[in-house]
C-alpha cells in the first residue's frame, strides 16, 4: 500500500523530509507532477517565505524497478555534479539536500533548487538551438573535478542490438560489428552522459530567435567519465530521432565548431557514434512517449524506428 495521492502530491515522509529542508516560517503551498522524465518521478514544490515571496524546489524520486535498485548511485552522481557545477558558469540546479537511501523519505529522494525556462523540441529555430547546445555541452566538458564521477558504462553490446521492424540489414549487421570491437583509446572528459534537448531548458519568452539562451541543464544522475565522443554522440542520437538523421550528423560538426574535440580518426567517431545509437535500438517506444507528450504528436515508435534506421545509414555512408 502507498501513502502516494494525486498527480502532483508528495508522499507524506518526503514531504516531512522536505519540510525539514526549508528555513525558518517557510512552508510548502502547492506541488505540482513534472512531466517528461522517464526515470523518475519529479514534482515542483512551491515553497512560501516569511516575507511572503515564493520560491520553487524540486523533488526527485527514485520509485519504479530496476531505477529504484540503482537509486543510491545515481543520486550520489547528481549530488557530486550538483555540487561541483555550483558557481562554474554551467546552469544546474543547486543541491539542497539528498537521501540516496531512503532513510527519511519512502523512496530515494534528492531535493534541488528549480530553473527557469522550457523545453524546446519543435522544429522550428532547431539551427540556432543546435548550437547554443553545442556551445554549452563544450563548457561542460572544461570542467575539471577534483574527483572523478564513476567512469562510463556503453548502454548496448554487439550481442543485445535487434534492429528494428524493416532495417536496413546490411547496414546494421556492418554497425553491430564496429562496436564489437575494442573502444577506442580516449582522453578522459567530465560527461553529463545523458545531454539531450529533453534535458535543457530555454528561455520560457527570448526577446528574439538571437536573444535565445539556454537556462539550465538538467538530470545529472548518469554523469561519468569518458570520451567527449559519447556526449556528442548521444545528444546527435536524439536530434536524429527528434529532427531526423541530418540533425545528428550536424550536431557534432556544430561541437567542433563551438570549439569541441572529438576522436582525431573517423573509425573512432564512428565506434562512439554507433555504440550509442544502436542502444535505442528495441526502445522507441520508450523514448518517443515523452516526445509525444510534450506535443510532437507524429512522434510515433514506428516513424522514430525509421528515423534510427536512416541514421546508422547516414554514420556508416559518412564514416565508414
Same mark, same amino acid.
Given at each position: 500500500?502507498?501513502?502516494?495521492?494525486?498527480?502532483?502530491?508528495?508522499?507524506?515522509?518526503?514531504?516531512?523530509?522536505?519540510?525539514?529542508?526549508?528555513?525558518?516560517?517557510?512552508?510548502?503551498?502547492?506541488?505540482? #507532477?513534472?512531466?517528461?522524465?522517464? *526515470?523518475?518521478?519529479? $514534482?515542483?514544490?512551491?515553497?512560501?517565505?516569511?516575507?511572503?515571496? *515564493?520560491?520553487?524546489?524540486?523533488?526527485?524520486?527514485?520509485?519504479?524497478?530496476?531505477?529504484?535498485?540503482?537509486?543510491? +548511485?545515481?543520486?550520489?552522481?547528481?549530488?557530486?555534479?550538483?555540487?561541483?557545477? #555550483?558557481?562554474?558558469?554551467?546552469?544546474?540546479?543547486?543541491?539542497?539536500?539528498?537521501?540516496?537511501?531512503?532513510?527519511?523519505?519512502?523512496?530515494?529522494?534528492?531535493?534541488?533548487?528549480?530553473? #527557469?525556462?522550457?523545453?524546446?523540441? +519543435?522544429?522550428? !529555430?532547431?539551427?540556432? /538551438?543546435?548550437?547554443?547546445?553545442? /556551445?554549452?555541452?563544450?563548457?561542460?566538458?572544461?570542467?575539471?573535478?577534483?574527483? $572523478?564521477?564513476?567512469?562510463?558504462?556503453?548502454?548496448?553490446?554487439?550481442?543485445?542490438?535487434?534492429?528494428?521492424? !524493416?532495417?536496413?540489414?546490411?547496414?546494421?549487421?556492418?554497425? *553491430?560489428?564496429?562496436?564489437?570491437?575494442?573502444?577506442?583509446?580516449?582522453?578522459?572528459?567530465?560527461?553529463?552522459?545523458?545531454?539531450?534537448?529533453?534535458?535543457?531548458?530555454?528561455?520560457?519568452?527570448?526577446?528574439?530567435?538571437?536573444?535565445?539562451?539556454?537556462?539550465?541543464?538538467? +538530470?545529472?544522475?548518469?554523469?561519468?567519465?569518458?570520451?567527449?565522443?559519447? +556526449?556528442?554522440?548521444?545528444?546527435?542520437?536524439?536530434?536524429?530521432?527528434?529532427?531526423?538523421?541530418?540533425? !545528428?550528423?550536424?550536431?557534432?560538426e556544430a561541437y567542433e565548431e563551438a570549439g569541441g574535440v572529438q576522436a582525431a580518426a573517423p573509425d573512432e567517431r564512428l565506434y562512439w557514434r554507433l555504440l550509442d545509437a544502436l542502444a535505442f535500438a528495441g526502445g522507441t517506444e520508450w523514448v518517443a512517449r515523452p516526445w509525444r507528450e510534450a506535443g510532437r504528436a507524429e512522434l510515433t515508435a514506428r516513424v522514430v524506428e525509421e528515423r534510427l534506421d536512416g541514421y546508422v545509414s547516414a554514420l556508416l555512408d559518412t564514416l565508414a
Amino acid at each position: 500500500m502507498t501513502d502516494y495521492k494525486g498527480d502532483g502530491a508528495v508522499r507524506p515522509s518526503a514531504l516531512a523530509w522536505v519540510e525539514r529542508q526549508l528555513d525558518s516560517g517557510e512552508r510548502i503551498v502547492a506541488t505540482e #507532477a513534472l512531466h517528461g522524465g522517464i *526515470t523518475a518521478e519529479m $514534482r515542483r514544490l512551491t515553497v512560501r517565505e516569511r516575507d511572503g515571496a *515564493t520560491r520553487d524546489l524540486v523533488l526527485r524520486t527514485f520509485v519504479a524497478p530496476p531505477f529504484v535498485d540503482q537509486a543510491e +548511485d545515481l543520486l550520489n552522481r547528481e549530488a557530486e555534479a550538483l555540487t561541483l557545477l #555550483a558557481g562554474t558558469g554551467v546552469p544546474a540546479p543547486a543541491l539542497v539536500a539528498a537521501d540516496p537511501k531512503a532513510a527519511w523519505c519512502a523512496y530515494p529522494s534528492l531535493l534541488m533548487t528549480h530553473l #527557469a525556462g522550457r523545453t524546446v523540441l +519543435d522544429d522550428e !529555430g532547431l539551427e540556432r /538551438r543546435v548550437a547554443l547546445l553545442a /556551445r554549452q555541452l563544450v563548457a561542460i566538458h572544461a570542467r575539471r573535478p577534483a574527483r $572523478r564521477p564513476p567512469e562510463y558504462e556503453a548502454w548496448t553490446t554487439a550481442d543485445a542490438v535487434v534492429p528494428p521492424r !524493416g532495417a536496413d540489414a546490411v547496414a546494421w549487421t556492418a554497425a *553491430t560489428e564496429v562496436i564489437r570491437g575494442p573502444a577506442p583509446p580516449y582522453e578522459g572528459r567530465f560527461l553529463h552522459r545523458d545531454f539531450h534537448p529533453g534535458n535543457v531548458l530555454f528561455d520560457a519568452s527570448p526577446p528574439s530567435a538571437d536573444g535565445l539562451r539556454i537556462t539550465g541543464v538538467v +538530470d545529472w544522475v548518469q554523469t561519468s567519465w569518458g570520451p567527449a565522443d559519447l +556526449d556528442v554522440a548521444h545528444c546527435s542520437s536524439n536530434l536524429a530521432l527528434l529532427h531526423g538523421p541530418a540533425w !545528428g550528423l550536424r550536431f557534432a560538426e556544430a561541437y567542433e565548431e563551438a570549439g569541441g574535440v572529438q576522436a582525431a580518426a573517423p573509425d573512432e567517431r564512428l565506434y562512439w557514434r554507433l555504440l550509442d545509437a544502436l542502444a535505442f535500438a528495441g526502445g522507441t517506444e520508450w523514448v518517443a512517449r515523452p516526445w509525444r507528450e510534450a506535443g510532437r504528436a507524429e512522434l510515433t515508435a514506428r516513424v522514430v524506428e525509421e528515423r534510427l534506421d536512416g541514421y546508422v545509414s547516414a554514420l556508416l555512408d559518412t564514416l565508414a
